[in-house]
């Protein structure tokens, strides 16, 4: 028999204090009497619960200890394993999402659980498979039921955490399918609790443990940094959000091409976003990058990010970077008699350079633009391209 939470055993202490109150002996108080013939029966109930003598039947006594043994077998969830070929077909799951890489755990959430996933490695038996699978965007099988230990180290050594958010529902479907026919199946999760929530309710076949872990969910972090022409003129929009559960303050950098651009401080409240725009960079600017940071942590980055400058569990997020869409100079050839909005239309797009020839002059050996624009006229054979 396996208890999936040995932890609870710990209150078994109940059970010896409920068998030392039946076997304390009560404090009665000092009388002189002239006899003691009348107070014989008093003094055989006095000698009866003199401590550590041997008790007699009690219900309640026994009513009490079934309740605390029940209650500890709840607690501890004692399960069995059956079937013919495995003592147990465990289904380990990795919350692989970017939250994992905190740090508030050493030397981060990810690594630690890593760590307690070795341990189930480490205790299997030779009867015993398991089944890794990663939880991000997308659920990954990292291998499928193995017994072979030496694999499902290697296996959860390569594992990595990446980018993205835990998708809680594909995995649970996954994860449903996998133990629909596995009667001794025991699911156990390592999370943060930081996962996508759930559309659709899924019901498993098999008992699931969830190992929380993580102590700290103070965040904030530039979940959007992108730029965006307007004629010459280039605007950058940052958005920080703020995961914890109290308001920060921080300071928000913004670097162009490796130089220092712009600070700026903000204070964000807890749970919401907060948006910060610029305009007027330098218009040959190519690269974007934002920070958060404080002064000590600048020295770790490289030029040409934006930069938060208050310290948490996750550095991972304080940085954002973006390249700067080039204009590239396009050649496009206008086949038309004449159409003046057409051409002012088309001159207003940066990067473009406008060629125009009637349609009488056009021929199959002006074939080296980017764009042909046949205005009112159509040629016997299409050119190559756009």
Request: glycine share 6%; with cysteine; hydrophobic share 40%.
């Amino acid at each position: 028999m396996q208890l999936l939470n040995p932890a609870a055993l710990g209150f078994a202490f109940i059970i010896p204090l409920i068998i030392a109150l039946y076997l304390l002996k009560p404090r009665y108080q000092e009388i002189m009497v002239s006899s003691t013939y009348l107070w014989e029966q008093v003094l055989q109930d006095m000698e009866a619960s003199t401590p550590w003598q041997r008790l007699r039947k009690n219900l309640l006594l026994i009513l009490q200890l079934l309740a605390a043994l029940l209650l500890l077998s709840a607690l501890s969830r004692p399960w069995l394993a059956g079937g013919n070929n495995t003592d147990r077909n465990l289904f380990v799951v990795l919350d692989c999402s970017a939250s994992m890489l905190a740090s508030d755990i050493q030397p981060s959430r990810f690594a630690e659980a890593q760590r307690q996933a070795g341990q189930l490695i480490d205790g299997m038996s030779s009867r015993d498979q398991m089944t890794l699978i990663a939880m991000g965007d997308q659920p990954k099988i990292l291998l499928a039921a193995s017994h072979d230990q030496l694999r499902l180290r290697q296996a959860l050594h390569e594992a990595r955490a990446g980018n993205g958010a835990a998708a809680l529902e594909p995995v649970l479907s996954l994860l449903a399918s996998l133990s629909e026919n596995s009667p001794n199946g025991v699911v156990i999760m390592f999370t943060d609790g930081r996962t996508l929530p759930l559309k659709n309710e899924l019901v498993l076949n098999c008992p699931l443990e969830i190992r929380r872990l993580g102590k700290s969910s103070d965040n904030l972090a530039i979940s959007n940094l992108a730029t965006r022409r307007e004629g010459s003129k280039i605007y950058t929009l940052a958005r920080v959000e703020n995961y914890g559960e109290q308001d920060a303050a921080s300071d928000i950098e913004l670097w162009a091409d490796g130089k220092l651009f712009d600070a700026r401080q903000l204070s964000v409240k807890a749970h919401e976003s907060q948006e910060v725009i610029w305009s007027e960079l330098p218009s040959g600017t190519q690269t974007i990058a934002a920070y958060i940071a404080n002064e000590s942590e600048q020295q770790k980055y490289p030029k040409g990010e934006a930069r938060l400058g208050s310290p948490d569990y996750l550095p991972t997020d304080n940085r954002a970077f973006a390249v700067v869409d080039k204009i590239a100079e396009q050649r496009v050839l206008l086949v038309s008699q004449g159409n003046i909005f057409l051409e002012k239309a088309l001159q207003t797009k940066p990067g473009l350079k406008l060629f125009k020839t009637p349609g009488k002059s056009y021929g199959p050996a002006m074939n080296d633009y980017d764009l042909y624009i046949f205005d009112a006229y159509l040629p016997d054979r299409l050119p190559p391209g756009s």
